[in-house]
């Protein structure tokens, strides 16, 4: 077949024998499973010792009760032995039976006195002796979904994400009278801004996908999520472009990308939050909300920077500045409420992809102004300093 | 005996919770109920207390804690051309699988069977014959504490170690009087006591000791079900948490005799602490004269001691390791002490 005896005519024809060939493979691929399954294909597929895998959901801590959400993440089902917490063997309830089927949860519960502030290891025993650890960092009680807790999340989204995209957004009529040199590397300037943003989300992606279940392969569902974001968005750019009038609509085009692309950033930032909020792993201290407002005014920066040569009107930079911040909010209250490891790598490698796309496409509208006027180290600095501008306000927050 | 139905109900009630079965209803009841009873301890607030879930199935392992307690094996007597009395053993060193914890399989390798294995009991000046078999699939042995010649020892390089499918038989009198124990010494040691090969030896003094109404062995250990080198639970005579499940019935005012054994491996100590009461404590049971008037004492692998006592008020009285750790670990259980 490989020496072009078929031409195309020949192609297009369907006949019985080339249905039996193409079918052939699939069958035979049937009985070489079937084989495997009854045989063993002489191999010793049993293995010595179980194969267990239970990784951690939620937790939830209420007066005098623990909840544990875990997930059978192993091959095979999982059936829960005994429960031990702090090195006492501890009286427990499940909320679907002790077994857990492949890849579902149940949730563990635990009538048990802890206490505010302390440390809390939880260790479960599978009846085949396998321990698996989860752990209570602090102790203190889990917000409840009420109208109250439901507020105070979308505070922090509000100061996080909302509040700084829109300070960013009130440099706009100061920075429209810059010169050519002084857009390009304020465009610069975000792209270097959005690396960093983009390499920040990939790492806690990165670091999620550690926590979820292997069958649920978190590195392949990055790839998944960063790829099929990028094209999604090339594509939709690609044909508001092609559909523009001018270049100014499709300057305005571009900055709702970065909007977009900011916006699901914004998202993950919400979620990582809202779910470490929820668990104790941070305080929100006043000087951390100030740093998350320093480092996301320069979101705000970056969403008008295609824009500025333009009149884009008082209406469009709100939904901007909506778009860029608002999902902050939502990603702290599913953070919060909600929180699925899975889940949060998913949005993560989302916003990934929304990143590096909206970089692509203010280095395709650098590309144009540069390529009048070629000033590298215009380019170079504006992109160092955007990473940079990160890094240092970065500091006030980790 | 309403005071003890209640009481009765409440472990019920506690055990039925812990499988899932029972509502918050019903222990909120059975717990009121439990505060009204004297025999009540633990009624302050809510109940809560260490436990395992569900019981283990004990037919299946083929032994039961309660048993073991009082389970004295005398041996077949017969008496020599000297005069001397002589005590014969058959003893077999097997794999088996226990349910130590319930849901927990532990792949334990034991001596008849059980987890600790025979209380050997005789009395000073006796001659001791075992028989041992070894139906493991490892080399073993059996190590007696007491006094005796080289060859009969038990370890590596003596004739006592026994290859898999191998026998010999141990001989020696019986000496000194007082509590002692056998156990595994084949190596790696740790493990293989671990592994539950392990049991206690008592030896009576001549006219033996001061009659007392309930005389119990307990023999306390470690259980390394995931093979860390690192206990996972604790117990006395095999099963943790077994006598806070079902406690250990005496009368007010009975003379009680523990014969109390440590043979825990990877910690260092291990201790016996006895609730609302003292008791006279006779370290190695060598001396027929206390050596301590206490309610607390420690014990390092292979030490021993007899303890004495008897319960002045009825009630439900707690006894634990006071490494606090092991007794939520399984290390506790309760004296149940009826007018």
Known sequence: MAEGTITPTEEKKWNWTRLVLLVLPIIILGVVIMVFLTTGGGLNLASPAPVEALTEERTILQPGEIEITVRNAGPEDLTIAQVIINDAVWPYTTSSGATIPRLRTTTIHLAYPWAYGEAYAIRVFSTNAIPFDFEIPVAFETPKADAKTFLSFTLIGLYVGVIPVYLGLIWFPALRWLGRRSMVFLLALTAGILVFLGLDTLAEAIEQASAIPGAFQGIGLIGIGVVSTFLLLDAITKQQIATARSEVSQRLSLAYMIAIGIGLHNLGEGLAIGAAYNVGEIALGAFLVVGFIIQNITEGLGIIAPV????????????????????????????????????????LAIGTGAVYEVVYEIAKLIRKDTAREAMPLTVFSGIVAGMLVLWVTGLLIK | MKQNLSRRDFLRAGALTLLGTAGVATITKVAGQAKASPLHQMGHGEDAMAMAVGEVDHQRNGFNPSEILTDFDYGMVSTLENGQTLREYVITAINKDIEVVPGIVFPAWVYNGRLPGPTIRCKEGDRIRIRFLNGSAHPHSMHFHGIHTAEMDGVPGTPGMIDPGESFTYEFDAEPFGLHLYHCHAAPLARHIAKGLYGAFIIDPNGGRPAVDQEFVMVMSGLDVDFDDENDFYAVNGIPFHYQLHPIQIGVGEKVRIYLVNILEFDLINSFHLHANFFNYYPTGTSLTPAEYTDNIMQTQAQRGILEFSYKYPGLYMFHAHNTEFAELGWTGFFEVVA
């Open chain 1, 308 to 347: 500025l040569r333009d009149r884009p009107g008082i209406r469009h930079l709100a939904i901007l500045g909506f778009i860029g911040g608002a999902p902050a909010i939502l990603g702290s209250w599913i953070g919060a409420f909600s929180p699925s490891p899975t889940l949060a790598v998913l949005f």
